[in-house]
């Protein structure tokens, strides 16, 4: 059973960063893709980043671009979101997930994962 263990989520005024933190156990984390999703009140769960088993290839919702980077460390089965020039409209719980199927590219629809971590909340302030 994998197991995907979020951290690093929390309160911050526009402008400022987080970085959220995904540990894996379970199975070869080395082997598949990562990403993350963000679920806003009262929306859908939206795909933000994600990243092949390498880190070679990422990819990221456009609202993102230039403010966030997916990132991982295939030694510590970890992946990380560091989140710069966080906006208010970057607020809702962060999800990690695992890739359904390995040595994939980096896959963005929610269908391509099969394991999700229990989420951690990030609020931006205006």
């Known amino acids: 059973q994998v197991q995907l263990v979020e951290s690093g989520g929390g309160l911050v005024q526009a402008g400022g960063s987080l970085r959220l933190s995904c540990a894996a156990s379970g199975r070869t984390f080395n082997n598949y893709p990562m990403g993350w999703f963000r679920q806003a009140p009262g929306k859908e769960r939206d795909f933000v980043a994600s990243i092949n088993w390498s880190g070679g290839i990422t990819n990221y919702i456009d609202s993102v671009k230039g403010r966030f980077t997916i990132s991982r460390d295939n030694a510590k089965n970890t992946v990380y979101l560091q989140m710069n020039s966080l906006k208010p409209e970057d607020t809702a719980v962060y999800y990690c997930?695992?890739?359904?199927?390995?040595?994939?590219?980096?896959?963005?629809?929610?269908?391509?994962?099969?394991?999700w971590g229990q989420g951690t909340q990030v609020t931006v302030s205006s």
């Open positions: 997930a695992a890739a359904r199927s390995p040595f994939r590219p980096a896959p963005t629809m929610a269908g391509d994962y099969d394991y």
